[in-house]
């Protein structure tokens, strides 16, 4: 088996490369006939022409941050079926689970539910693109009030697959045993602040081998602004005292701070994932 991952790595890396025509739909197509040579199955990759694969791995800047959007019904109705993950890169942050990221069937079937049989593979391209736009407008206007919430469409599994099986990391993200999530204003403010982006070429080119669509994720390195140290970012969103200094005149987080913020940075998932179930936005006022 480890033999079988090195070779699967070996693919994972072609990502970040581009073909010799300029395209990775064909590295794509390239991964599925090398893996079936091997004797390692084809995949089931989505039937979307080249076109649409190659604008999937690597979306234009402005199709993904539009100077002006508004939120869609469709685009809401997607929203509400999301199943959110953990993404492990960098300093963590919440993310489109890879292999199921939406509830109640595979994402080409929603994708037919919304656009409709006739949609191009381009159009499903361009929606599923449109959706880093419509989270952070979701995200950042929707209202909800603190308290006691369930989740549906998140499971416990989901949280020790997240939490990498360790049970007191798990603890970390904040489902009580009774299954409900405790929503506060400090979590609310995070999602609101929250940096949604598009997931990277080597997520996109898995999930595209075996039949799904990576959604939106969290940028890992700054989920929140401007900061790799993001606890610095949740201590201005928050507000919070500047108790201490450094030599330089910044601001120096203390120790209870700076772990007041990591607590907060690990609950984020379930909060992002409450005010996707429960957080209430008319779509005329989503800007």
């Not at 909800?144 to 798990?170: C, L, Q, T, W």
Request: hydrophobic residues 40%; glycine residues 10%.
């Amino acid at each position: 088996m480890s033999k079988l991952g090195d070779i699967w790595k070996v693919f994972r890396n072609l990502w970040s490369l581009r073909a010799s025509d300029g395209t990775n739909a064909d590295i794509l197509h390239a991964t599925q006939q090398t893996m079936g040579d091997l004797g390692l199955g084809y995949g089931s990759a989505p039937a979307l022409d080249d076109a649409a694969i190659n604008a999937l791995l690597d979306p234009d800047f402005d199709a993904l941050y539009p100077d002006a959007a508004r939120l869609t019904q469709g685009q809401l109705m997607l929203i509400r079926k999301a199943r959110l993950g953990w993404n492990t890169m960098e300093v963590g942050a919440p993310q489109l689970d890879l292999a199921e990221p939406y509830t109640g069937g595979r994402t080409p079937q929603h994708l037919a539910e919304i656009l409709g049989e006739d949609a191009t593979d381009m159009e499903k391209a361009e929606f599923l693109i449109s959706m880093v736009s419509a989270y952070q407008q979701f995200c950042g206007q929707a209202q909800i009030a603190p308290g006691s919430y369930k989740v549906a469409n998140i499971r416990e599994v989901d949280i020790a697959e997240a939490a990498g099986h360790d049970d007191e990391r798990a603890g970390w993200f904040g489902l009580n045993p009774d299954g409900s999530v405790v929503l506060t204003e400090d979590l609310i403010a995070l999602v609101r602040n929250l940096q949604w982006a598009w997931p990277d070429e080597d997520d996109m080119g898995d999930v595209l081998y075996k039949g799904e669509f990576a959604g939106p994720t969290v940028d890992p390195k700054r989920p929140y602004g401007d900061m790799s140290y993001y606890q610095l970012d949740i201590h201005r969103i928050l507000g919070w005292p500047a108790e201490q200094k450094d030599e330089d005149g910044y601001v120096k987080l203390t120790d209870a701070q700076e772990a007041r913020a990591s607590d907060l940075h690990f609950k984020v998932m379930l909060a992002a994932q409450v005010v996707i179930e429960h957080g209430q936005m008319e779509l005329g006022d989503a800007q």
